[in-house]
């Protein structure tokens, strides 16, 4: 509809997410929250992977100062604002679907929350990462001491909100914010050309050994040891007893799979 932030299309099994608010570097309002809350509660119908990208030179620059600022919101009310982020940004990470984000320029802030909670992140060269909020005099609300600093390590996580600076995207590779670099001599391809090869490569896995995956592990990572054994083997059980495992299991022992081989990190 005219004004929305996301742009939705699908090609075949592949559904395709835009952001798109360029002009605003697609900052994020309660309104675009809703809207990719609404999206991830349910992807279209054969949806089995979904690239998420971004219009103009930034991927997203995070909450929309602007309009908290213009807001004035009291604490119970900006509390409501963080609990409907945790909900969309819960339903991309554990929603059942694989997500690929593709970067670019600024994911700062809100922005980087965004990507944490996608499973595969591209990067184009030109991507930066920033947790600014502790030069702005405020404090992450949209997930990233739970899903960001699991990814940098909480310590890294303080010292960046501390001093507010700068990661670049060889940096943001090394230290897992990014898993795949592109647009460089080295890999000159573009994020999202690569995105969707790698979404096809997702859609051709077993859907319920898709679903295990990008649901259980961060889950059983919440757990003791104790029940986070149980928890794989029970999941375990279910998806190697699922109606395409034999098919699949029969390609392995026949020598008809593909082969595991080394590749290179930045693809």
């Known amino acids: 509809m005219p004004g929305s932030f996301l742009e939705i299309s699908q090609a075949g099994p592949i559904g395709v997410v835009t952001l798109n608010r360029p002009a605003k570097r697609n900052a994020l309002d309660e309104s675009a929250i809703a809207e990719i809350d609404a999206y991830f509660?349910?992807?279209?119908?054969?949806?089995?992977?979904?690239v998420m990208r971004a219009n103009g030179e930034?991927?997203?620059?995070?909450?929309?100062?602007?309009?908290?600022?213009?807001?004035?919101?009291?604490?119970v009310e900006f509390m409501r604002v963080c609990q409907a982020w945790h909900r969309a940004f819960d339903k991309i990470q554990h929603g059942g679907t694989p997500v690929v984000a593709c970067l670019q320029g600024a994911v700062v802030g809100g922005g980087l929350e965004l990507a944490s909670a996608a499973h595969v992140r591209i990067a184009d060269a030109s991507t930066y990462f920033s947790l600014p909020e502790g030069t702005r005099g405020i404090f992450t609300g949209g997930g990233a001491t739970v899903r960001t600093a699991r990814i940098l390590t909480a310590s890294r996580m303080v010292e960046m909100m501390l001093t507010g600076r700068v990661i670049?995207?060889?940096e943001g590779l090394r230290i897992g914010l990014a898993h795949y670099v592109c647009g460089t001599a080295a890999n000159p391809r573009k994020a999202f050309d690569l995105g969707l090869e790698i979404a096809r490569k997702i859609a051709s896995n077993a859907e319920l050994s898709n679903y295990a995956i990008v649901s259980s592990i961060n889950r059983i990572a919440d757990m003791s040891s104790t029940d986070g054994l149980f928890a794989e083997g029970l999941m375990a059980a279910v998806v190697q007893t699922g109606a395409d495992v034999q098919s699949r299991l029969g390609d392995f022992v026949d020598k008809r799979a593909h082969k595991v081989k080394p590749q290179s990190a930045t693809a």
């Open 168 to 170: 670049d995207v060889e």
């Open 58 to 75: 930034h991927f997203c620059a995070g909450l929309d100062l602007r309009e908290h600022h213009d807001k004035a919101r009291s604490a």
């Open 41 to 50: 509660s349910s992807p279209p119908e054969g949806v089995r992977v979904i």
